[in-house]
């Protein structure tokens, strides 16, 4: 199978990257990324793999790359900053809708058979029911929450009128090795420049749901062996059994960066949230996904806690004078 991978040098796409490259069934993993928040040091490794190819584009424009054909596509490239998405819309609408449409496209024109979509939990708003199942009703509270429902639906209608067959999954919060955005990042950061002082958006009551990387890309292999609907669009929800609070993220962070005495300073907006578009409370129903044979190896607290480890690791590594872990 020859796969093409959005977002490729991206926090989640790269880790997708490593291990389709190391998957017996694909002859060839080509990788589509602007760089606007991946990097290329995350998928450097494989410069010199045969299977593997860079291509330098940005999805949000036509271009000669929506010529490619292929088997598979993961299509990962988006903005993904929900709080920025409601600073800078248009950037969000630009890169996470007019891309896949474009992605589409490339897919209708390309032949490929299969695509695999990195939606979000943020399609789903403030749900009443929680743990909150994939029929839902599905009311964002985000641009970027709006976002992901518009190139749910580029899919829907691609696959529907073309004979595509796809596959929506609806990400928790996905965090681990090679995360750059999101609370424990800000937290990390904020703890690095001052141990003695975090500033918490929101009250800190928010509780959401944290999936390990690693569970997110076996959930892609194991829905792509079992869960490939014949025809149209099947949709899943990824993300834990449990959830945390904000507050004890950042007791873990502060724990395992070694510190204490550390001050809270909290600056809640509307409701406690966090910012404009913050969904407070977050837990997914993974039943469907279960059924399929995947479920997550990691809880809540275990994937915050390996991802803090690894910033910590990475800061200790780069203050060492030969660099090595
Ligand atoms: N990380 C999470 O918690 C989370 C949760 C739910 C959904 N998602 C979705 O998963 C996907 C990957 O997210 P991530 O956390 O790895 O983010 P990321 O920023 O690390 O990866 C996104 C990648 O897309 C690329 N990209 C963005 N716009 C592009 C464009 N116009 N053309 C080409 N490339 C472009 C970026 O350079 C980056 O490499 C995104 O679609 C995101 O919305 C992530």
Do not use: C
Request: charged share 25%; proline share 4%; aromatic share 8%.
């Amino acid at each position: 199978m020859r796969a093409v991978i959005t977002g490729g040098a991206g926090f989640i796409g790269s880790h997708l990257v490593e291990a389709l490259l190391t998957h017996e069934r694909f002859q060839s993993v080509t990788v589509i990324d602007n760089l606007s928040t991946g990097s290329l040091d995350n998928v450097k490794r494989y410069e010199n793999n045969k299977k593997y190819r860079f291509l330098l584009q940005d999805l949000a424009r036509e271009g000669e790359w929506m010529s490619l054909s292929g088997d598979i596509l993961f299509h990962y490239a988006a903005d993904p900053d929900v709080r920025g998405s409601v600073i800078d819309p248009l950037r969000s609408f630009r890169n996470n809708v007019i891309s896949t449409i474009n992605a589409m496209e490339m897919a209708r024109r390309g032949d490929f058979n299969v695509i695999i979509f990195a939606s979000s939990s943020t399609v789903y708003g403030d749900a009443e029911i929680v743990p909150t199942p994939e029929n839902h009703p599905l009311k964002p509270i985000s641009v970027y929450g709006w976002t992901k429902l518009i190139a749910e639906e580029v899919i829907r209608s691609y696959a529907e009128t073309y004979g595509l067959r796809a596959v929506i999954l609806r990400l928790a919060n996905v965090v681990g090795p090679r995360l750059t955005h999101g609370v424990i990042i800000d937290f990390f950061r904020k703890l690095s420049n001052d141990p003695k002082r975090l500033e918490i958006l929101g009250d800190g009551t928010q509780r959401k749901s944290y999936v390990h990387v690693s569970d997110v890309v076996r959930a892609n292999l194991i829905i792509l062996e079992r869960a490939v609907p014949e025809k149209g669009v099947n949709i899943f929800n990824v993300g834990n059994e449990d959830w945390i609070t904000v507050r004890e993220i950042a007791s873990i962070v502060i724990n395992e960066m070694g510190l204490r005495d550390v001050d809270y300073i909290f600056s809640p907006s509307d409701e406690g949230r966090g910012w404009v578009g913050d969904v407070k409370f977050m837990l997914l129903d993974i039943k469907k996904i279960k059924n399929t044979g995947w479920k997550p190896l990691y809880t809540s607290e275990e994937a915050v806690r390996d991802t803090i480890r690894y910033l910590v690791e990475k800061a200790a590594s780069r203050s060492r004078p030969d660099g090595e872990p």
